[in-house]
Every structure is written in structure tokens, then in C-alpha cells.
């Protein structure tokens, strides 16, 4: 057994939309394709209700308060905690925190990480978020996005 302290594209930082996205562990630095993505989100802030076709969803808050919404329960967590959202079960969550929020979202076979990549722009340091587009076709391209990485765009985001 060997352990891995510095995989290629790691700590790479990234803006998904007003979101700050760093890749804390890539897919491709082992045979499980685990990745481990630390996000720091806004109050307010909110995910579409989806659903994962390929793997369990881990989020860990390290920061903040999160409401949660899976398969059908409403709930809130706080820094310290861990929600898992099975594989095809529909969830979504928002900030609940007065500023921010900060999550690790842990998933297998690399689908998550790959669609924040492609949807998402560099950050440079110091740099504030340029705003995300909230047109019809910026929607689309993220439903489209998300389809293509086994991820089913399947309701609204929490209210």
C-alpha cells in the first residue's frame, strides 16, 4: 500500500459558477476514481434537484449550515457533519449560513468532477467570482453538462 501526497491536478482551484471549487483529490489519482472536491458556496446558494446515476454522494460540511432535501426528507446540517445522498436518490441542498458555507462532496468514477471542470472557469488567487449566467441557454448548458456526466437534472432548486 502506498500513499498519495501530491496528484496530478490536485489543489487545482476553479470558479462553477459564484462557487469556489477546489479539486482536493482528482479521479485519476486512483484506481476508484475517488475525487474529493472542497466547495465554499454563499448563503442562498442552491443546487438543482438531481439525481446521481453512477455513485453515492458524500458531503462533509466543514464550514457553515446546509439544508438538505433527499429522497423526499428535508433536514439540516451543520460544520462537523456528513450527509450521504445514495446513488439514484433525487437531492439537492442550499446555504443556510449568514455568509458562506464549506463542503467536501466525495464521489466515485469521476462523472462530478469532470462536469465542474468543464462548466467551470479558472481562479486565479484574490480574484472575485465573475457573475455566473443566469440565462435560458446558461441553464440549458448546465442540464446538457450534467447529462453528460451521469448526473440527472430532475427538479427545481430549494426554495
Known sequence: MSAQTKAENANQILWFGDNLMTIRVPAS??????????????????????????????????????????????????????????????????????????????????????MVRQMSLPAPIGNLPPRAERTPEATQRFFDTCAQHNIEVVGAPLP
Open 29 to 114: 489519482a486512483g484506481e476508484d476514481q475517488i475525487s474529493v472536491i472542497e466547495c465554499r458556496m454563499l448563503q442562498g446558494e442552491t443546487s438543482p434537484l438531481h439525481v446521481t446515476l453512477s455513485g453515492d454522494e458524500v458531503i462533509h460540511i466543514l464550514e457553515g449550515t446546509m439544508q438538505f432535501h433527499v429522497d423526499c426528507k428535508v433536514f439540516v446540517a451543520h460544520a462537523g457533519q456528513t450527509v450521504m445522498a445514495p446513488k439514484g436518490l433525487p437531492h439537492n441542498f442550499r446555504i443556510e449560513s449568514a455568509e458562506c458555507a464549506t463542503c467536501l462532496i466525495v464521489t466515485q468514477g469521476g462523472e462530478f468532477e469532470q
